[in-house]
């Protein structure tokens, strides 16, 4: 759960929006409402995928990332393995540790 402008509370997702052509499929990683459809109404971009160049292009702004998960969002499961790809989830735990460990 994250709030939004106005007090109001949402549960945010960061998952793949697809756009590109048929047959020419391309992503932006963005983050959403959970209850918005997948091409539909988004808060922020994070990143683009394109899974069909080779080597495959990824590129995910590693703070906004970074914030996103520290307020709550959760990302889907090809997210989830994209963030890893890049480091971003193993810093996000790594950070998530020292903020514990500094306030005990």
């Given at each position: 759960?994250v709030a939004?402008?106005?007090?109001?509370?949402?549960?945010?997702?960061?998952?793949?929006?697809?756009?590109?052509?048929?047959?020419?499929p391309?992503?932006?990683?963005?983050?959403?409402d959970?209850?918005?459809?997948?091409?539909?109404?988004?808060?922020?971009i994070?990143?683009?995928?394109n899974p069909?160049?080779?080597?495959e292009?990824?590129?995910?702004?590693?703070?906004?990332?970074l914030?996103w998960?520290s307020?709550?969002?959760q990302?889907t499961?090809?997210?989830?393995?994209l963030?890893?790809?890049?480091?971003?989830?193993?810093e996000?735990?790594?950070?998530?540790?020292?903020?514990?460990?500094?306030?005990?």
């Amino acid at each position: 759960m994250v709030a939004l402008k106005g007090g109001e509370t949402v549960l945010v997702r960061m998952r793949l929006m697809r756009v590109g052509a048929r047959n020419n499929p391309r992503y932006r990683i963005v983050v959403a409402d959970a209850k918005a459809p997948r091409n539909g109404k988004f808060i922020e971009i994070l990143g683009h995928y394109n899974p069909t160049r080779e080597p495959e292009e990824l590129n995910i702004n590693r703070e906004r990332a970074l914030y996103w998960l520290s307020v709550g969002a959760q990302p889907t499961e090809i997210v989830l393995r994209l963030l890893c790809k890049l480091g971003i989830w193993q810093e996000f735990h790594r950070l998530k540790k020292e903020a514990k460990k500094s306030s005990n």
